[in-house]
């Protein structure tokens, strides 16, 4: 495999630039062309951001895994396409070929069909980090069925809702997953969440743990068994589906400022193009490299860096099961040494809890195969910026500090590894195809260098979101309807004198907790499901490992026992609507909020008292009871 758009030098890279700003059209054009496709486009792109509509490669036709598999069997048929590394250190790894990748994926294609899935139909995946996740991801994509993976740390609640909003009729699941030294019983929690969701009609369920589980007839049936009926009946092969460029491949929930998780939607073959082509050029990924992203497929994340571009592009990608910190603070390291990884992909929350073990889990370990490193999620702050860069870079590795989001299907703003300039703390420079341009509150443009302002962008790339699911207009209001004609990304950014961009946080409501994203009114729907609670405000604070931690404001009526059993129970309603994830890490007990004459909650005074800002609570005048700020205050614990 070879990458005519891999871009090798500085040069390089601001001549890509300008073409892309110059002849946008042009410039995807050539790069689509080293894709494999059933029949051309007709259309580059047709876009407008007012409605939106958003279209890319149309009349084009193509199956995005005959790209990932079919296209690689001839020349890379016996390379590694995954390795997988299991939870368990003592237990066997997995080492599978492009070629066993491909007969699985058909033979589980067949699977579905045998299901009743057809195109279009929406399949709902709720499985631990084995390699069958990324082998029914695939098989969705497959047959054109529409998955929606959903990460196993979410909640029964949380399962019912997004069922209900994509109407997913299929799940696929396990009896249960290994984490660390827990057991997820992850098809007891699909159990609890069907209750509630009748109109699904099968769930496959892959033997993972062997936890007991229910099976009910006529819907529940074993991955294993159903293998078994394709092997023995059913036609080997599974031609893939002819898809549209904009066919919907996937769903993705993500949480907005608003208290419903929204469907991110990617159609395919822009998703396809712009994994792949970002893939290869931010890691600078070269044939035979060891790819590991330590994320789960159950973000955006391992979707498009640990799945789709990795094998778009024909690489070797690491999927491991378990959790940085079992059986000790030394597994990452481990994987590293034991498989001569290349590129190691994580993010900041998870450097930051392993700096915390200091260097003893380091020293032993054989880091030196790894070349490139990289960070993704939340920005990473200059402390552990450097322990990476020192101790497991040895200083020669560069690290690339990638800004994305689910909604930006891949990487937007990033150095290139090797290629242009890191900086620590700065995304640094947008990648060839991709215009941010930053705004004030107004919407007026700060052009120039050394400004900072909402960080918007002004033009579609392929990976843009198209949609969110069933509520076309929810995507108009939250990301194209702020700023007239710009995409609006939600983060605060800085350009510095060189044009280097810094993302400072999200502007909106929403936290962002160990690099996942959470709404606050998210959170404080599901504390107000507790019995006994009047009204709560949920903000973020400063947190040394997960970057922002959760810090919840609540009146409470109910009979106050012991305070400390309270907040438990607050606890664990917000792990049962939403998920253990989305747990307070502190809550307060208040008699009121501060509000505003007009009922506003004033969520700057919150947030300034969680930080534990005393004297500098700003203006509190146009408050309703001034009085509940300094109760607040003083009670913060
Ligand atoms: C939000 C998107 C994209 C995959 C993981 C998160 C923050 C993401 C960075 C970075 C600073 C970052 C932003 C963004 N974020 N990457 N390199 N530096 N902030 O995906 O859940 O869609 O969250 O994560 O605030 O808006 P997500």
């Not at 194209?480 to 993302?503: K, M, Q, V």
Request: glycine share 10%; hydrophobic share 35%; with cysteine.
């Amino acid at each position: 495999m070879s990458y005519p758009y891999q871009i090798h030098t500085p040069e390089e890279y601001h001549a890509a630039y300008r073409k892309s700003v110059n002849d946008p059209e042009a410039f995807w054009a050539d790069i689509a062309a080293n894709f494999y496709w059933r029949k051309r486009w007709d259309r580059v792109l047709d876009w407008n951001f007012t409605e939106p509509s958003i279209k890319w490669f149309s009349g084009a036709k193509l199956n995005i895994t005959e790209n990932c598999l079919d296209r690689h069997l001839g020349s890379l048929g016996n390379k590694p396409a995954i390795i997988w590394e299991p939870n368990d250190p003592e237990e066997h790894h997995r080492v599978i070929t492009y070629r066993d990748l491909h007969a699985k994926v058909v033979q589980f294609a067949n699977v579905l069909k045998n299901n009743g899935v057809k195109k279009g139909d929406r399949v709902c995946i709720y499985m631990g980090m084995v390699p069958e996740l990324a082998i029914a991801v695939l098989a969705c994509a497959r047959i054109g069925a529409v998955h929606s993976v959903i990460f196993g740390g979410f909640s029964a609640q949380s399962i019912a809702d997004r069922l209900q909003d994509a109407m997913a009729t299929f799940i696929i699941t396990c009896d249960g997953a290994f984490r660390g030294n827990k057991e997820i019983p992850l098809k007891s929690v699909i159990d609890d969440a069907l209750v509630q969701c009748r109109f699904v009609k099968r769930v496959i369920v892959l033997t993972r743990t062997r936890t007991p589980v229910s099976m009910i007839k006529g819907r529940d049936v074993w991955w294993e068994d159903e293998i078994k009926k394709v092997e023995t009946h059913g036609n080997p092969d599974c031609p893939a589906e002819e898809m549209d460029a904009e066919d919907e491949l996937f769903i993705l929930y993500t949480s907005g400022s608003t208290g419903k998780p929204k469907g991110v939607v990617h159609t395919c073959a822009g998703y396809m193009v712009y994994t792949t082509y970002s893939f290869v050029n931010v890691f600078q990924y070269h044939p035979g490299d060891i790819h590991f992203c330590t994320a789960d497929i159950g973000w955006i994340t391992g979707h498009s860096y640990i799945v789709y571009g990795p094998l778009g592009a024909g690489a070797t990608t690491l999927m491991f099961e378990g959790v940085p910190t079992w059986p000790d603070a030394g597994r990452f390291w481990d994987i590293v040494d034991k498989y001569r990884v290349n590129i190691l992909y994580t993010a900041p929350t998870a450097i930051r809890s392993l700096m915390s073990f200091g260097l003893g889990p380091i020293q032993d370990k054989d880091l030196s195969s790894l070349k490139v490193l990289g960070t993704v999620g939340e920005p990473i702050n200059e402390e552990a910026w450097n322990w990476y860069h020192e101790y497991i870079g040895k200083n020669k590795c560069p690290i690339v500090d990638t800004w994305w989001q689910t909604e930006t299907g891949g990487i937007l703003i990033s150095n290139m590894a090797g290629v242009t300039p890191g900086k620590a703390s700065f995304a640094t420079l947008p990648l060839p195809g991709v215009q941010p341009m930053l705004v004030d509150e107004n919407g007026e443009e700060l052009k120039g260098n050394g400004v900072s302002g909402n960080l918007c962008i002004r033009y579609p790339w392929p990976g843009i979101i198209r949609t969110t699911y069933g509520d076309h207009e929810r995507c108009r209001l939250n990301y194209f309807a702020t700023y007239p004609n710009l995409y609006f990304t939600g983060d605060g950014c800085l350009r510095d004198e060189n044009g280097n961009y810094r993302i400072t946080g999200r502007v909106d409501d929403v936290l962002n907790v160990s690099g996942h994203r959470i709404g606050t009114a998210e959170v404080e729907n599901a504390i107000n499901m507790h019995a006994g609670v009047v009204e709560s405000a949920v903000v973020g604070y400063p947190h040394d490992l997960k970057g922002q931690g959760i810090y919840a404001y609540v009146i409470y009526s109910g009979t106050h026992g012991d305070e400390n059993l309270t907040r438990q129970d607050i606890t664990l309603t917000v792990s049962r609507i939403i998920g253990p994830i989305a747990k307070p890490d502190k809550i307060q007990f208040v008699t009121g909020l501060p509000k505003t004459r007009s009922g506003k909650i004033m969520r700057r005074i919150l947030r300034k008292i969680a930080e534990g800002e005393t004297e500098n609570l700003g203006d509190t005048t146009t408050l309703l009871d001034p009085h509940v700020v300094v109760e607040i205050r003083d009670g913060k614990i």
